[in-house]
């Protein structure tokens, strides 16, 4: 049961009561039933937390079960992706499954409606039976196929089955109601014919189940005990309910709750399919795509998006949900486990004049000074030239610069104050050098120097770097409903979404990178290394900056 930390939601409700009534025995069952058809995305994680959520919140079970029936869009490619990310996300399923594990079963429960006259043969075109199905004002209208006799919807049926028609020459229909408000109900077709290899049941069929005819009676025959849908599957619901009425199976019931809608994305399937195969993006794990797979490969972890899942809720109306939030969530995940490292993205040199040349110390940094024991630490490396970032040195500062400039003091991170006296220029007048003299006595953790800095910069050791391109992702759209927005959607994409940097600089303990392991270059944002990336050439993506940055612009 849920603690009183927060109230109850209304699916948390629905559950309870069921549960307090006795209701399918006390059972919890519930399903995520993807379509194989693409790359699961951000609003499927919350389909997955909640579905999975509420079953081990009740002691319960769910069942991943594929709703293959539409042979030509989907593919193995996609049922493997789907199964890494659910497992990525943290979750374990009861049962693999799949709509296609029940086509015999389903074409029985076809044959009986045939045979309590509640489903016909139709020869009509799909224009025709759109034409004649009428408009929300108007009832539809029937045709002559409607009465045709048992015997001949069975013999059609079976005919239909046995591959006699090409596609598009027959379906079969359920005999409802032609004049019925919702125009699900007016006569809704239940079978196609498609000749088409199937994933998994090869050249077997010819036929294949309508979603409305296949979902309904999958959750029964797994005796689903809550099957939980997305507010568009409202218009179903009452066909979802007659098909199990009139076939007398298990009564399983659909409760609806509002999708994920998150801005400064796209969350359709057939438009996130534009932008890989117009290669707007590097495929369907592009780090700016809102796919799991995206998310991984940019570095979001599992328990940031768990947390937004959380934080946004079960509700009953549609609404937009900020990225910052979900960012958010990452920033605050990443803040406790990600180990802080150096890295300089646009370096100019800095020399320490009165250092020795040749001369080496090793200072000590802490992995992660979030944590209480700091998870462990690592050597850094220091030497007389360093490499800073161009940004931290200015030839004629502002007030309150508080970086380099000439005369101006900075610490460097886990070593020794500097002073700048000088720097140097290239042709092209821009900076290349500067030239500071530190204070022996002012080491971290040892300084005795008694002087006060206001600023503090990061550094990499010349000769003990490591190079690394480094990519910078920002939000793939500039607008914040880009399928909202008058014309193509693809004009409103972000041409800034993507920034490389080829030739940075990084502390060589990160040489050694973990994959999937989040890391804080300090001052710069929270990386990971990239699926790409090789000893030869290391390659790291920003998952997100250290602060929201994005109103500003």
Known sequence: MMSEERSLNFIEEIVEEDISTGKYGGRVLTRFPPEPNGYLHIGHAKSICLNFGLALEYGG????????????????????????????????????????????????????????????????????????????????????????SLEENLRLFAEMKDGKYPDGAKVLRAKIDLASPNMHMRDPLMYRIKHAHHHRTGDKWCIYPMYDFAHGESDAIEEITHSICTLEFIPHRPLYDWFIE???????????????????????????????????????????????????????????????????GVAKRENMIEMALLESCIREDLNKTAWRRMAVLDPIKLIITDYPEGKTETFVGENNPEAEDGEGTRELPFSRELWIEREDFMEEPPKKFFRLAVGNMVRLKSAYIVKCEGFTKDADGNVTEVHCTHVPNSLSGNDTSGINVKGTIHW??????????????????????????????????????????????????????????????????????????????LIFNRTVTLKDGWVKK
């Open 246 to 312: 009139k076939l007398d199976i298990f009564p399983s019931k659909q409760y609806e709750f509002a999708r994920l809608n998150l801005n400064y994305t796209v969350m359709s399937k057939r438009k996130l399919l534009q932008l890989v195969e117009e290669k707007h993006v590097d495929g369907w794990d592009d780090p700016r795509m809102p796919t799991i797979s995206g998310l991984r490969r940019r570095g979001y972890t599992p328990a940031s998006i768990r947390d937004f899942c959380e934080r946004i």
């Open 460 to 537: 990499v050791s010349v000769p003990h770097a490591k190079t690394a391109e480094v990519r910078l992702y920002d939000r793939l759209f500039r607008v914040e409903d880009p399928s909202n927005e008058d014309g193509d959607f693809k004009e409103y994409i972000n041409p800034n979404s993507l920034q490389i940097l080829p030739n940075a600089y990084i502390e060589p303990d990160l040489a050694t990178a973990i994959p999937g392991k989040g890391y804080q270059f300090i001052r710069k944002g929270y990386f990971t290394l990239d699926k790409f990336s090789t000893p030869e050439k």
């Open 61 to 148: 079970k769910t069942n991943l079960r594929f709703d293959d029936t539409n042979p030509v869009k989907e593919d193995v490619e996609y049922v493997d992706s789907i199964k890494e990310d659910v497992k990525w996300l943290g979750f374990e399923w009861a049962n693999e499954l799949y709509a296609s594990d029940y086509f015999d079963q389903l074409y029985e429960f076809a044959v009986s409606l045939i045979k309590k006259g509640l489903a016909y043969v139709d020869d009509s075109t799909a224009e025709e039976i759109a034409a004649q199905k009428g408009t929300p004002t108007e009832p539809g209208k029937g045709n002559e196929y409607r009465n045709r």
